[in-house]
């Protein structure tokens, strides 16, 4: 069964303290995987799109890699503005003919002044 | 350009109503996928439209979901004597190409909160 783990559920940062939010998976073939910041009351906003272990992708003071078991999520030097919740998200093969994302349960970051 | 819209934002139906909520994708998108968020989870999939065609309905909690894009745009997910299981945000997203093409982006709106008294 498709399957995907975030850790930790939250986490409380001051500003400029650097950390790494974890995304581990288990698919029966990776097609891709995704990284969404949640602020409450809105929808998932689409943050990052990886393919294949070893891709990195960067934007602003979020960085994110891929294995062929887990993603990373890192945060260098965060502002309070970054405080929301990260969702992480597979598409599988085997999802067929849809494209359905299977989500973990989210990280929510606070980060303090 | 206008991003995916819902209505209503939040709904607050009496056990054993039926209720309505509606997804405007963005223009010229393929896909929409509906998703039900509980509080302090992720989203679960619930149903998929490629256009029209309603190809993936496997996660839909039991018959009395029902969703519908007659015209390949505008999509309604119907709740039918909705239950206090059935509390949750409800999330509709959508995607430029069939979702059994390539790995594309999927946009979501804001969502419907519904509470079930």
């Known amino acids: 069964e498709d399957q995907v783990t975030q850790s930790p559920e939250a986490l409380r940062l001051q500003e400029g303290e650097s950390s790494s939010l974890n995304c581990s998976y288990t698919?029966?073939?990776?097609?891709?995987l995704f990284w969404y910041r949640q602020d409450p009351g809105k929808g998932p906003e689409f943050l990052f799109t990886?393919?294949?272990a070893g891709e990195e992708k960067e934007k602003e003071r979020l960085k994110a890699t891929l294995t062929k078991k887990e993603s990373f999520l890192h945060i260098t030097a965060p502002k309070p503005e970054d405080s929301a919740t990260y969702l992480c998200?597979?598409?599988?093969?085997?999802?067929?003919?849809?494209?359905?994302?299977?989500f973990g349960q989210g990280t929510t970051l606070q980060v303090k002044p | 350009g206008a991003g995916v819209s819902q209505s209503p934002r939040y709904k607050v139906a009496k056990r054993g109503q039926d209720v309505a909520l509606r997804c405007d994708p963005i223009?010229?998108?393929?896909?929409l996928f509906w998703y039900q968020q509980a509080l302090g989870q992720g989203p679960e999939f619930l149903t998929y439209?490629?256009?029209?065609?309603?190809?993936?309905k496997s996660g839909l909690p039991s018959d009395r979901f029902f969703a519908e894009r007659p015209e390949g745009s505008v999509s309604t997910l119907k709740i039918q004597r909705t239950q206090q299981e059935d509390s949750a945000v409800y999330l509709c997203?959508?995607?430029?190409?069939?979702?059994?093409?390539?790995?594309?982006?999927?946009?979501f709106g804001p969502g419907t909160r519904l509470t079930v008294l």
């Open positions: 997203a959508s995607s430029l190409l069939a979702g059994g093409l390539r790995t594309d982006t999927q946009y």
């Open positions: 698919v029966s073939g990776l097609r891709g």
């Open positions: 990886l393919y294949s």
């Open positions: 998200a597979v598409q599988a093969h085997g999802s067929g003919n849809t494209g359905k994302l299977i």
């Open positions: 223009s010229g998108h393929v896909s």
């Open positions: 439209f490629q256009n029209e065609a309603q190809l993936d």
